[in-house]
């Protein structure tokens, strides 16, 4: 059984790994012109795009859900569903952290 404690650390360790990718794949975004420059338009632009994307869900969904689907599948029910709540728990917070900035910088 896992104690309360190591939840806690999987779910913060989780959902802190998860927005520090989601701010990698943001600033590659945001700079990719200045990293790859302004190339000819091609089917290559779309198709890195689309694999960003099915990258990103993948990595996204293991980091969140991995270990929960682990835990419900060994029959630690309650602990999976805790340790899911606490992940989606620190993305909401870091999330409206980061609308709190953007509001400040914005508008003060």
């Known amino acids: 059984m896992n104690n309360k404690?190591?939840?806690?650390k999987y779910?913060?360790?989780?959902?802190?790994l998860t927005c520090f990718y989601v701010i990698l794949v943001a600033l590659l975004i945001s700079n990719a012109q200045y990293i790859f420059g302004k190339g000819p338009?091609?089917?290559l632009i779309p198709m890195?795009?689309?694999l960003l994307f099915v990258f990103s869900a993948l990595l996204c969904s293991l980091l969140v859900l991995g270990r929960p689907i682990m835990w419900y599948l060994d029959g630690q029910?309650?602990?999976a569903l805790?340790?899911?709540g606490y992940t989606t728990l620190t993305l909401f917070v870091v999330m409206?952290?980061?609308f709190v900035v953007l509001y400040f910088v914005n508008f003060m």
């Open 48 to 50: 890195a795009m689309l």
């Open 11 to 16: 779910s913060l360790a989780n959902g802190l």
């Open 41 to 43: 338009d091609s089917a």
């Open 96 to 98: 409206i952290f980061v």
């Open 77 to 79: 029910k309650k602990e």
């Open 82 to 84: 805790v340790l899911l």
């Open 5 to 8: 404690n190591s939840i806690l």
